[in-house]
């Protein structure tokens, strides 16, 4: 069965950093595009960053380039999400998801196989 289990939030000020972590399990963990998503109550959810696991190509939202980075370590299947200089915009539910190589644009939802259940991001002004 597959699983990913997302950790890591937690509420902080507004400048503070905070690093969240996608655990994958149940499926062969290597060649996929693993990115975070969130949502904001009363908004979309949207693509905030992915990683191709096997070659470590990046891709992130421009609302959040030279704050976040995104990040792997395939000997514990475990996506980060490294957030710093934290806004109160960036209050959101973080959900990781992932998918196969093939696709189109990693912001595309619907192609997202597998997600998890989110963990909560809030950022105090």
């Given amino acids: 069965q597959v699983q990913l289990v997302e950790s890591g939030g937690g509420s902080v000020p507004a400048g503070g950093s905070l690093r969240l972590s996608c655990a994958a399990s149940g499926y062969t963990y290597s060649s996929h595009l693993m990115a975070w998503f969130r949502q904001a109550p009363g908004k979309q959810r949207e693509g905030v960053a992915a990683i191709y696991t096997g070659?470590?190509?990046?891709?992130?939202?421009?609302?959040?380039?030279?704050?976040?980075?995104?990040?792997?370590?395939?000997?514990?299947?475990?996506?980060?999400?490294?957030?710093?200089?934290?806004?109160?915009?960036?209050?959101?539910?973080?959900?990781?998801?992932?998918?196969?190589?093939?696709?189109?644009?990693?912001?595309?939802?619907?192609?997202?196989?597998?997600?998890?259940?989110?963990?909560?991001?809030?950022?105090?002004?």
């Fill in 55 to 125: 070659g470590g190509r990046t891709y992130y939202a421009d609302s959040v380039k030279g704050r976040f980075t995104i990040s792997q370590d395939n000997a514990k299947n475990t996506v980060y999400l490294q957030m710093n200089s934290l806004k109160p915009e960036d209050t959101a539910m973080y959900y990781c998801a992932a998918r196969g190589l093939e696709g189109g644009s990693w912001r595309l939802q619907y192609e997202y196989d597998y997600w998890g259940q989110g963990t909560q991001v809030t950022v105090s002004s």
